[in-house]
């Protein structure tokens, strides 16, 4: 069964540093998702694309966070500047439409800031 | 109101019991609906979409009344592979997901 990949699984970084996440969605999903979660808590959407485009993000993605899609297969999170609040297991996520369908999720980056 | 509510649980239950999970949304524009499984520190695994009519997946059965605003999970003859925390999902807007924060069920010998 396709699945979705994500690397590293475990980043620890400085506070400030920058930190890229990389995932790999399903080959033939058109959108793609970020989700956040703190230990003990839910799981909150960070932000949503489809067509080389953010189409909607949540009040925890600010301006030091942005996402790319570089080339045809992988999709990115970037934090600028680390804070000690960004700790957190990050989901990357990807469907093959959008609403109806059910997302599928990457087994996760534990990112840790020191 | 919280968007989407769920009893946190833990629900203690012996294998071959039937365990019921309940959850509220309060956005009743909403249109999909799921749960999810997450084993711990493991990503949320798709369950199962639930539909206006109600369906049903082996031992698992979802409900849907969207007058109440009520969404439930059935689980009929517990395994002790099925201890995990269920997440009821709700999608918002166009495409996001807005997930309750689970309810953790034990099965037990």
Known sequence: ?114 | RKEVEQDPGPFNVPEGATVAFNCTYSNSASQSFFWYRQDCRKEPKLLMSVYSSGNEDGRFTAQLNRASQYISLLIRDSKLSDSATYLCVVSGGYNKLIFGAGTRLAVHP
Not at chain 1, 35 to 56: A, D, H, M, P, T
Not at chain 1, 76 to 85: C, F
Not at chain 1, 88 to 111: E, I, K, N, V, W
């Open chain 1, 1 to 114: 069964e396709p699945e979705v990949t994500q690397t590293p699984s475990h980043q620890v970084t400085q506070m400030g540093q920058e930190v890229i996440l990389r995932c790999v969605p399903i080959s033939n999903h058109l959108y793609f998702y970020w989700y956040r979660q703190i230990l003990g808590q839910k799981v909150e959407f960070l932000v949503s694309f489809y067509n080389n485009e953010i189409s909607e993000k949540s009040e925890i993605f600010d301006d030091q966070f942005s996402v790319e899609r570089p080339d045809g297969s992988n999709f990115t999170l970037k934090i600028r500047s680390t804070k000690l609040e960004d700790s957190a297991m990050y989901f990357c996520a990807s469907s093959d439409s959008a609403s109806a369908q059910p997302q599928h999720f990457g087994d996760g980056t534990r990112l840790s800031i020191l």
